[in-house]
């Protein structure tokens, strides 16, 4: 499994019930404290055996809340393809983010190849972002996940202020997927940016044929519960076409805010070299 989302669904006992709780509540106030007793009612199980420190009870806290929103939203997948985020790695984190963002939804779960991802909830009243950054490697196979010392780290950020300021309470081990991140959703904003949906590339290819039959729905529409019941998800992927894979930068590239119509501004990406 690629993505931290399908690891998480795979390893977290409680992960179908709060993905239910948060399709099915009126408020989030009413999930996020039906979650809280359904976790704390599976770690009090679990006490039995392990001993459960306090910063997992957090850990888990947070990730339950993040997944809850990432299924209400409809288990949207970003994945930023091999050059783009090697271009992006090159690439100096914005002071700001844009004025107006272009996310593909209110809550997703954005994949940054070789670094891990983030889920990302948009509240778009207070003009704000709550990310929960999760590292490559997230929920290792064979590992009970209480015994796997999974870590998150979460920072909200408003926009389009300052970004170093709300950020300085980020540890120093997570600023590269931090930057990774923020530049993604930057990047979400630039017209160059070429999105397509598509099965994982782990998917079995013919099962993927099979879903995308010129034809015959009944096939397609098999085809795709197979993909799903076998943990098979639908990505966005994200690309810019004029990016080479593997390619060398010796010089960074950055962002350029630059002024629009009714005193609104947009950044402007200016690629590595």
């Known amino acids: 499994m690629q993505y931290a989302v399908q690891r998480y669904a795979a390893t977290r006992p409680w992960a179908k019930r709060i993905g239910q709780l948060y399709v099915q509540a009126v408020q989030p106030a009413e999930a996020r404290a039906q979650m809280k007793d359904a976790i704390k009612r599976e770690l009090e199980r679990a006490a039995q055996v392990f001993e459960i420190p306090q910063s997992t009870i957090v850990c888990e806290l947070a990730l339950a809340e993040a997944w809850g929103h990432f299924v209400c939203r409809g288990r949207v997948v970003s994945h930023l393809d091999d050059a783009l985020a090697q271009a992006l790695a090159h690439t100096r984190q914005p002071a700001n983010l844009p ?12 994949h940054v190849p070789g670094e891990g991802g983030a889920f990302v909830v ?50 120093g081990d997570w ?36 879903a995308a039959h010129p034809s015959c729905a009944k ?55």
């Open 99 to 110: 004025d107006a963002l272009s996310l593909p939804a209110d809550a997703f779960f954005l």
């Open 122 to 171: 948009h509240q778009p009243e207070r003009r704000a972002l709550l990310l929960t950054l999760v590292r490559m490697g997230f929920a290792p196979d064979g590992v009970n996940w209480l015994q796997a010392a999974d870590q998150v780290e979460l920072a909200r950020v408003e926009y389009p202020g300052e970004l170093a300021p709300q950020l300085a309470a980020v540890g």
């Open 175 to 210: 600023h590269g997927l931090l930057a990774a991140v923020l530049n993604g959703l930057a990047m979400m904003t630039q017209p160059k940016l070429l999105l397509s949906r598509g099965w994982e590339a782990s998917a079995p290819a013919e099962w993927v044929a099979a």
């Open 219 to 273: 096939t397609r529409q098999k085809a795709r519960s197979q993909l799903l019941k076998g943990g098979f998800g639908e990505i966005t992927f994200c690309r810019v076409d004029e990016l080479a894979a593997g390619a060398a930068y010796e010089s960074q590239g950055y962002w350029r805010r630059q002024a629009g119509g009714g005193g609104h501004s947009r950044l402007v990406w200016v690629a590595p070299r």
